[in-house]
């Protein structure tokens, strides 16, 4: 019985370490550097660069483009305007990524797009001046 307990108790430890683990994309030619975890197809995204945005969403596969994670992102500097990006998965250096936004509900803007970077390490490196969710 103790056996037991012990063996489910280090896969709990085993499965929650697994899901607490980032993979950081960092976006060429910006400051962002965003932390995806992905659990069971649920991700949740935190930016470690240069902004305070944050935002969830779910691994989709889209016509014409394949396995994506699609992300709501909110920016608390930049709080007028809902953002939402594309990501290709899984992710890999040189990935796309293209981030869209509306500021009224109503229309939807194709706002930026690009490549993201897997950083490996603790700290990612800031690659760019400004992030993509600045107001111009």
């Known amino acids: 019985m103790r056996k037991t307990i012990l063996l489910g108790a280090l896969a709990l430890a085993a499965s929650t370490a697994a899901a607490g683990a980032a993979t950081i994309l960092s976006l060429d030619g910006y400051c ?6 992905n659990v069971n197809g649920v991700v949740a995204m935190k930016d470690t660069g240069c902004s305070e945005g ?3 969403g779910r691994l989709a596969s889209i016509r014409g483009d394949g396995k994506t994670v699609v992300m709501g992102l909110m920016d608390p500097a930049n709080s007028t305007t809902q953002f939402a990006f594309t990501f290709s998965y ?3 250096t040189g990935g796309n990524w293209t981030l869209y936004s509306t500021t009224t509900g109503k229309t939807v803007t194709t706002v930026l797009s690009g490549q993201y970077t897997v950083v490996t ?5 800031l690659n760019g001046p400004r992030s993509v969710t600045s107001p111009e």
């Open 32 to 37: 962002n550097a965003y932390a995806m975890r």
């Open 54 to 56: 944050f935002g969830a």
């Open 90 to 92: 899984p992710f890999v």
């Open 121 to 125: 390490g603790d700290v990612p490196a």
